[in-house]
C-alpha cells in the first residue's frame, strides 16, 4: 500500500509541476499491439488510437481505422505499456552542462520510455532557492522533451543545517525535497524538516548514508574490496540510518521516501518499519537489481556509484523486496558524468552511472527473460514513481493523456554501439548486450522517441505554445 | 607476458619463469661491469605518483643492467603539480614511445587502467593498496634462496594488512607457491572478507611460533592520525617482532623502511634471521627478470620478433 502524498493544511496557489517544451499533440493509431498495464488490467492485443494526444479508443484487433491525419504504427509482435516515470535523476543543469543538461537529459529519457521525470537539486549552484527552482522551470520550458519536475533541497547549500524556505518552494512546484547526493546527517534538522512537511506538503526523499561508517569508501566492503584493496563502504552505513529515519518519520508521522536501497538490511528495516505504519515508501535502481561487486573487480570507473553495487545476496534482497512490494519503485539514478572525469583511477572517479536508455533492456535481459520477475510487475515498478510523491501514474485507458511507450521485447542491441542520448556515456552496463528496444515514447500526448526504423510521416500541425502537464 | 599488472593474473609456473629467470641474471649483479645488453635500444620509462626509493632506484638499476635507456619521470616538479590528468601524461610520455612504463600510482587499478591508454608494457610498481606484484616476487625469490621450496612453509604477514598492497600481492603469491598464509594484526586494520584470499586471520601473536618466515608490515605514522590504534605504544605491545617472540628458527622479513622500535625491534632486524638486506638485493635481479619477460621473453606472438637470450656468460 502507497501511502498518501501529505496534504498541506494551509490552503493556497500550487503550481503545475511538471514541465516540458511545446510540443505537437500525436494522432497515433497503434495496430494490433501486445497491451500491457498493469494498472488498468489490459493484457492482450489492442488497437490503441491516439488523437490529439490523448487516448482516444481502445479497439480489437484490426477494428480501428486511422482517422484523416493520423499516423499508423505497426504494433505486431510488439508490446505497448503506460511509458516509465523516474522520481530520481541528475540533469545537472545549472551548472554542469558539460555532464548534461535538460534538453539532453529529457531526450535520453524519452529513448528509455520515460514520459516524466524529477531532477535532483545538487547541481551547481544548489537548488535551494525560489529563483534557481523558477529559472529552471523556465528553462525546462523551452528544452524539455519530456515533462520534468524538480526536488531542491530540504537544506540551505544542501550543507545540512538549515531548512531551506520549503513552503515558498513548493508554492513555485517543487516536487517534494531532497539533499540527494548527500544524507541529512543531523537527526535534528531532518525531524525539523519533517515537522515544517505538515504547513507544505512534499515528500522528502532520502540518500541514507552515515558518513562516517562510509569514509573514504569506493565500494562495497566485503570480499571484493578486501582483494581490491579499496575501502569500503558497508552495509550498515546505509541500513542503520534508514532505521533512523524511518523511526524519525513514524514519530512526526512525516512522509519519506528512500533513495536507490542498496543492501538487505535496508530492505529488512524498511519492511519493519512499513509493518508499523511509517509513511515511507522507497526505491532500488535497475544496476542494484541487476550487478554486484563482483561487476567491480575490473576496477572500471563507469561501475562506481553511491551506494556501491553490493554482494550477491543484497541483489537478491532487492528483487524480493520488488516481489513483496517492500520496494515500490525502481529509479535509475541517472548520474552522467563527462568523460575526463570517469577516465581516472576508480578511487578518484565522480560516484554514478547514466542509466535511462538502459533501465528497462537491463530489467527485462537479467530479470524479466531469465523468468525472475514478471513483465507486468517491472512495468508497475517503472511507472509508479511519481504517484508516490502525489504527481500521477500514467496510464492506457481512454481518455487518459497518451504516455505511451512501444517495445520490441525481441530485438537486439548492445549498450553504446550506436552512442548515447545523453550527453555523457557513463554507463555502467556499456558494452553488453540487452534485449527489449525502445522504440517509440509518447509523453504528455506527444511524440518525444521513435527509433529510426519506426516511420511516422508528418502529423498534422495544431502546435500551441509551452504547456504544464498535471 | 604482456604486462605485470598483478599477482592474481600470474600462475605458479609464471612465478617460477620469472625467478629462474632472476637466478639466472644474478650472476650478473657479482660481476665488475654489470651490464648486459639484453634490452638495448629500448626504453623504459618510470612513472612515479608516489615518494619510493628504494623500487624506483631498483628498476632504473634493473633496466640500465640490461642496457635499456631509462627516463625517470616523478609527479612531484612536473606537469601533474600543474594539473595534468593521468590519462593526458600518459599519452603525452607515450609520444616518446617507450617500450615499458613502471608506474606507481596511490590509486588500485591505475596500472592497468595505464595498460589501456598505451602500446608500452605496463609494470605495476604499485596502485594504491591493491598489489606491489614485482615486491612479492622478489619476496618469493628471497625465500627461495633462503629455504629452497615455499611448499608447505607457513608464512606469516604480520601488521596493518588493510593499508598494505605488500600484504595482498603476498598473500597470493605465497599461496601460489604451496605456502599457507596466515595474516596478524590489529582487528581495525584486517579488511572485513580477507579470509577469501585464502588466508587464515588471526589478532594476536599467540601461535606465532607455528611460522616459519613471520612478513611483519610497515606501520605507517599516517594511520595513527585516523586512530585505527589507540596508541604506537600498544600497537607494539601487542605485535611487535621481537627477540622475546622470534623464534630461532624463524626467517625474518620486511619490506622497508622499517620503524625501529614499532613493528620491529632493533635486535631482530640486526639478527640474523632477518633477510631484509638480501630482499633489496633480490628486487634488482627480479625486476631484471620482469623487465625482460614482458619486453623481450614475451610468448605473445603479436609482439614483435623475438631479441636473442641474453648472453649471460
Known amino acids: 500500500m502507497t501511502p498518501p502524498e501529505p496534504t498541506p493544511s494551509a490552503g493556497g496557489r500550487f503550481a503545475a509541476r511538471l514541465v516540458s517544451a511545446p510540443a505537437r499533440p500525436a494522432g497515433l493509431l497503434v495496430h494490433g499491439v501486445h497491451v500491457l498495464d498493469p494498472r488498468t488490467g489490459l493484457d492482450g492485443i489492442h488497437d490503441v488510437l491516439v488523437r490529439d494526444g490523448e487516448i482516444a479508443e481502445i479497439g480489437a484487433p484490426d477494428s480501428l481505422v486511422a482517422p484523416a491525419g493520423v499516423e499508423l504504427v505497426d504494433g505486431g509482435g510488439r508490446h505497448l505499456f503506460p511509458a516509465f516515470v523516474d522520481p530520481h535523476v541528475h540533469l545537472r543543469t545549472p551548472g554542469q552542462e558539460h555532464k548534461e543538461d535538460l534538453e539532453t537529459g529529457t531526450r535520453a529519457a524519452a529513448a528509455g520510455g520515460y514520459c516524466a521525470l524529477i531532477g535532483m537539486p545538487n547541481t551547481a549552484p544548489v537548488v535551494d532557492s525560489a529563483p534557481i527552482l523558477a529559472a529552471l522551470f523556465e528553462q525546462a520550458a523551452r528544452d524539455a522533451r519530456v515533462p520534468v519536475g524538480f526536488m531542491p533541497c530540504i537544506t540551505r547549500g544542501q550543507a545540512g543545517r538549515e531548512l531551506t524556505e520549503m513552503a515558498e518552494l513548493r508554492a513555485i512546484g517543487a516536487a517534494g525535497f531532497t539533499d540527494d547526493g548527500r544524507p541529512v546527517v543531523d537527526a535534528g534538522v531532518l525531524r525539523r524538516a519533517l515537522q515544517y512537511q505538515r504547513l507544505c506538503g512534499g515528500v522528502l526523499a532520502l540518500h541514507e548514508e552515515d558518513p562516517a561508517l562510509s569514509g573514504n569508501g569506493a565500494m562495497h566492503e566485503g570480499e571484493v574490496s578486501a582483494l581490491l584493496g579499496v575501502a569500503g563502504i558497508p552495509s550498515v552505513s546505509e541500513s542503520t540510518i534508514v532505521a533512523r529515519d524511518c523511526a524519525l518519520a513514524g514519530y512526526e508521522d512525516g512522509r519519506i521516501h528512500l533513495q536507490h536501497l542498496s543492501a538487505r538490511e535496508s530492505v529488512a528495516a524498511v519492511a519493519a518499519a512499513k509493518s508499523r505504519g511509517a509513511l515511507v515508501t522507497c526505491e532500488a535502481s535497475p544496476h542494484h537489481l541487476t550487478m554486484t561487486d563482483e561487476d567491480v573487480r575490473s576496477l572500471d570507473p563507469r561501475r562506481k556509484m553511491n551506494p556501491p553495487l553490493r554482494a550477491a545476496a543484497d541483489r537478491e534482497a532487492l528483487i524480493e523486496g520488488l516481489r513483496s512490494g517492500v520496494i515500490d519503485c525502481i529509479a535509475t539514478d541517472h548520474a552522467p558524468h563527462a568523460r575526463d572525469e570517469k577516465e581516472v583511477p576508480f578511487e578518484q572517479a565522480p560516484m554514478g552511472t547514466t542509466g535511462l536508455e538502459t533501465a528497462f533492456s537491463v530489467l527485462y535481459t537479467a530479470l524479466v527473460a531469465p523468468g525472475t520477475l514478471a513483465l507486468e510487475l517491472v512495468v508497475e515498478k517503472l511507472t509508479s514513481g511519481l504517484g508516490l510523491i502525489g504527481l500521477f501514474v500514467p496510464q492506457i485507458a481512454v481518455g487518459e493523456p497518451a504516455n505511451l511507450v512501444l517495445v520490441d521485447l525481441d530485438a537486439e542491441w548492445v549498450v553504446g554501439e550506436s552512442g548515447y542520448e545523453s550527453r555523457s556515456e557513463n554507463c555502467a552496463f556499456a558494452g553488453r548486450r540487452l534485449q527489449g528496444k525502445v522504440l517509440l515514447t509518447v509523453a504528455a500526448g506527444a511524440v518525444a522517441y521513435r527509433e529510426r526504423s519506426i516511420l511516422l510521416s508528418a502529423a498534422p500541425v495544431t502546435s500551441s505554445g509551452g504547456h504544464r502537464s498535471r | ?313
Open chain 2, 1 to 313: 607476458m604482456r604486462h605485470l599488472l598483478s599477482i592474481e593474473d600470474l600462475e605458479r609456473d609464471d612465478i617460477e619463469r620469472i625467478l629462474d629467470r632472476a637466478a639466472a641474471f644474478a650472476e650478473v649483479s657479482d660481476r665488475d661491469i654489470k651490464k648486459v645488453p639484453a634490452l638495448r635500444g629500448r626504453t623504459v620509462l618510470n612513472l612515479f605518483y608516489e615518494a619510493s626509493t628504494r623500487t624506483r632506484s631498483s628498476f632504473e638499476l634493473a633496466a640500465k643492467r640490461l642496457s635499456a635507456d631509462v627516463v625517470n619521470f616523478a609527479a612531484s616538479g612536473s606537469s601533474v603539480e600543474k594539473g595534468e590528468s593521468l590519462k593526458d601524461t600518459v599519452l603525452t610520455l607515450t609520444a616518446h614511445s617507450p617500450d615499458a612504463i613502471v608506474i606507481r600510482t596511490p590509486y588500485a587499478g591505475a596500472a592497468a587502467l595505464v595498460a589501456s591508454w598505451t602500446t608500452a608494457a605496463i609494470i605495476n610498481a604499485g596502485d594504491g593498496k591493491h598489489e606491489h606484484p614485482t615486491q612479492a616476487l622478489l619476496d618469493v625469490h628471497t625465500l627461495r634462496q633462503k629455504l629452497g621450496s615455499l611448499d608447505g612453509r607457513c608464512i606469516w604477514i604480520v601488521g596493518d594488512v588493510a593499508h598494505s598492497r605488500v600484504a595482498r600481492s603476498n598473500i597470493l603469491a605465497f599461496q601460489a607457491m604451496g605456502a599457507a598464509v596466515t595474516v596478524c594484526g590489529p582487528p581495525t586494520l584486517i579488511p572485513r572478507g580477507i579470509e577469501a584470499l585464502g588466508c587464515t586471520v588471526r589478532y594476536d601473536l599467540g601461535d606465532l611460533r607455528e611460522a616459519d618466515v613471520v612478513y611483519a608490515l610497515r606501520m605507517q605514522n599516517e594511520r595513527m592520525d585516523q586512530h585505527f590504534v589507540p596508541s604506537l605504544r600498544e600497537y607494539a605491545a601487542q605485535y611487535q617482532i621481537n627477540g622475546r617472540r622470534l623464534g630461532p628458527r624463524q626467517v625474518l622479513m620486511h619490506p622497508g623502511p622499517v620503524n625501529r622500535g614499532v613493528e620491529l625491534s632493533g635486535e631482530v632486524v640486526d639478527s640474523p634471521q632477518a633477510v631484509i638486506t638480501m630482499q633489496v638485493k633480490a628486487g634488482v635481479v627480479v625486476r631484471m627478470a620482469v623487465l625482460y619477460e614482458v619486453l623481450a621473453g614475451a610468448r605473445d606472438a603479436r609482439t614483435a620478433p623475438r631479441p636473442s637470450e641474453p648472453q649471460l656468460a
